[in-house]
């Protein structure tokens, strides 16, 4: 699927939520599905600052395309993860490279993902355009 | 309490917001945004330089702010004269401001004694003094009941070599415990200590006054008023010839290339244009409390937190910090197994705003909880109902989290 189909099945799914509540539910149970994440490589220089709470991350190159694990101790910030990762985990580093982070935007989420909040997912992000590179 | 028709942002509030955020900052009544936008509106001209009539104006009333100020801190025979109070920019401002200009002189025979308890506005001055100037920094500890353990602050103040300057909270915001800040005035002054109380979140809740502290600084944005301005009252004699923190329009009697020759207090601590809208807005704000009587304020308060801690108990998995201490304007709470910042997320998509993580008192809650909390804060037009909106929202969360 394209980066924008991802986006646009992401968007429906949480635009069916009747309230706030549901969207988050909605959210943390997406990051249930995560892939477990190794205690081991709980390092201080795998940690993506500017999370209220802390996130993890860690990324390896396959071929063109980079694969990422990550987790963190929020469980929304664990949905925020699952939901990103649907859109650019095992992309061609180029696509994530080139990856307009506006478009999350269009998700409606745009209290969580709004760049320089505290709880924001700007930051993660950032960490993964330049893992990419 | 009446006061929530006071409050546009109460009764005009679109999404029914339970705001229980006020010790972070405090809702604005409409007479001090009136008060504000007066200035704006009528006499929005610079102080103490101009001779028009606007500037004029503006000089009277920012001045007579001042009295306002003092006569709400003031106690018994204690009386404020105005060139002790001194207009900042907040309570951190004032706070490095007694850091950089009265211990300007201090060094390592001098310590500085601060609570566990403190906010981080109280500790990171005082660490950037002992960085510089080698002053000894000293932490006096809580007892089980969450005071000051006051065997421990004189034991702090028996070992001190020269000057002592003891500064704490009298309602520390990481505890809403309040401090018996009176014994702990008294039992400095024994030993020749200046005492410095940060009255961010009691001045706006509990008649606070300066019978037994030198410095006591606040926030207008914590008591009603704007942001951006805040009070460091400083008895006679203790700032006038102290270097000045920060340098220059205003705050000098002459200026050539050659020196400058100081003001006088107050306004040798207040350099360039001052928060005038803020400072003015600040002193209507204080009136504003004085006519609701800070006495039923605090009776109100404490009626709310006691109801909301109760409440709070009675909820699975969460454990109030200090269980059996009562609290006065805010209650922190932790919830097992749930990370606070998705408890705040999950209770804010519930129209319920509180604050979460460490509160700008990380040492504190590092050490004794080991992990970020949730608070809920008061103000004097909290409603039962909005605490019963937090536990409903709470439970809610918790099927989730």
């Known amino acids: ?16 939520c009747p309230d706030d509540l549901t969207k988050y539910q909605t959210i943390i149970e997406m990051g249930d599905d995560l892939d477990p994440y190794p205690e081991s490589y709980k390092l201080d220089e795998l940690k993506v600052s500017g999370c209220q709470s802390d996130l993890w991350l860690y990324a390896e190159h396959h071929g063109d395309c980079l694969h990422m694990i990550a987790t963190s101790d929020a469980v929304i910030v664990r949905g925020l993860v699952a939901i990103v990762f649907q859109i650019l985990n095992d992309r061609p580093r180029q696509e994530i490279r080139d990856f307009d982070a506006a478009l999350l935007a ?5 209290n969580i993902v709004t760049p320089g909040r505290q709880n924001g997912i700007g930051s993660l992000i950032n960490r993964i355009k330049l893992l990419a590179s | 309490m009446n006061c929530r028709s006071d409050f546009a942002i109460l009764t005009d509030s679109p999404d029914g917001t339970a ?3 006020s010790a972070a900052t405090s809702l604005t009544p409409d007479c001090v945004l009136e ?5 704006y509106r009528y006499y929005n001209a610079n102080i103490h330089r101009g001779i028009h009539n606007w500037a004029e ?4 009333e920012y001045e007579a702010v001042r009295p306002i100020v003092g006569d709400f801190i003031q106690m018994g025979t204690t009386t404020v004269k105005d060139c002790e109070i001194v207009f900042s920019s907040g309570t951190t401002h004032s706070i490095n401001l007694v850091a950089n200009s009265f211990c300007a002189d201090w060094d390592s025979d001098d310590q500085v004694i601060i609570s566990e308890a403190e906010h981080h506005a109280n500790i990171v001055p005082w660490q950037q003094l002992r960085d510089r100037s080698g002053v000894k920094l000293q932490v006096v500890f809580l007892d089980e009941k969450g005071q000051i353990d006051l ?3 004189e034991d702090l103040l028996k070992r001190g070599t020269r000057r002592s300057l003891v500064a704490t909270s009298i309602l520390p915001n990481a505890t809403g415990i309040l401090q018996d800040w009176q014994q702990i005035g008294q039992l400095s002054k024994m030993y020749d200590a200046t005492v410095l109380f940060d009255g961010a979140q009691s001045v706006p809740r509990i008649q606070t006054d300066v019978s037994v502290c030198d410095f006591l600084v606040f926030s207008g944005h914590k008591i009603y008023g704007p942001t951006g301005v805040g009070v460091l009252y400083a008895r006679q004699g203790l700032l006038d010839d102290a270097p000045p923190y920060m340098s220059g329009g205003d705050m000098i009697k002459t200026v050539n290339f050659a020196e400058t020759t100081f003001n006088i207090m107050p306004w040798r601590y207040e350099a360039g244009t001052q928060n005038i809208a803020g400072v003015i807005g600040l002193g209507r704000a ?3 409390v004085q006519e609701q009587g800070i006495d039923n304020i605090t009776a109100h308060e404490a009626m709310i937190s006691d109801y909301a801690q109760e409440a709070l108990k009675s909820v699975d998995r969460v454990s109030v910090f200090f269980p059996d201490s009562s609290k006065l304007g805010l209650i922190v709470f932790a919830v097992d197994n749930a990370q606070s910042s998705d408890v705040a997320t999950l209770l804010n998509a519930q129209q319920v705003a509180v604050r979460s993580g460490y509160l700008c008192a990380e ?15 008061f103000g004097c037009y909290t409603t039962t109902e909005e605490i019963d909106r937090l536990i409903t929202a709470l439970q809610k969360s918790l099927q989730t989290l």
């Not at chain 1, 699927?1 to 069916?16: A, F, H, K, S, V």
């Not at chain 2, 104006?57 to 009277?60: D, F, L, Q, R, Y």
């Not at chain 2, 590092?366 to 949730?374: A, D, F």
């Open chain 1, 1 to 16: 699927m394209m980066i924008t189909e991802e986006i646009q099945d992401i968007r429906q799914l949480l635009e069916d």
């Open chain 1, 106 to 110: 269009q998700l409606g989420i745009q």
């Open chain 2, 19 to 21: 705001y229980l955020d």
């Open chain 2, 35 to 39: 008060k504000v936008n007066r200035y």
């Open chain 2, 57 to 60: 104006k503006a000089t009277v």
């Open chain 2, 151 to 153: 065997g421990h602050l």
């Open chain 2, 286 to 288: 204080i009136q504003w």
């Open chain 2, 363 to 377: 040492p504190i809650l590092r050490n004794r909880l080991g992990r970020g909390v949730i608070r809920a804060s």
